[in-house]
């Protein structure tokens, strides 16, 4: 059975660090491309960063670009987001997937499998 399950989500202080992980089951990460989308609430989703299955290919979307970083652990078959600089408007739910939507930044296989989300919240 095929399981994305986030965590890492938390309050922090404008400035401050969070990492965020997410464990899959069911399935090899390293074959599918597999990213982090955000949404804030009255906001649109947003692919924030993702990993190509067919060549590595990694992608930060503009708002992250520079304090964002996406890595995975294939022994672990985890993929984490470290984020740094984290500012209030950086607050949102996360989520990790492997869907379609991720084609055209990071090419590869895609499964159609989400997780339910980790809450960030950025704030003094």
């Known amino acids: 059975q095929v399981q994305i399950v986030e965590s890492g989500g938390g309050l922090v202080q404008p400035g401050g660090s969070l990492r965020l992980s997410c464990a899959a089951s069911g399935f090899r990460l390293d074959f599918y491309s597999i990213g982090w989308f955000r949404q804030a609430p009255g906001k649109e989703r947003e692919v924030l960063s993702c990993i190509g299955s067919s060549d590595g290919t990694t992608y930060y979307g503009d708002p992250v670009k520079g304090r964002f970083t996406i890595s995975r652990d294939n022994a672990r078959n985890t993929m984490y987001l470290q984020m740094s600089s984290l500012k209030p408007e950086d607050t949102a739910t996360y989520y990790c997937?492997?869907?379609?939507?991720?084609?055209?930044?990071?090419?590869?296989?895609?499964?159609?499998?989400w997780g339910q989300g980790t809450q960030v919240t950025v704030s003094s």
């Open positions: 997937a492997s869907d379609s939507l991720l084609y055209n930044k990071c090419p590869g296989n895609t499964l159609d499998a």
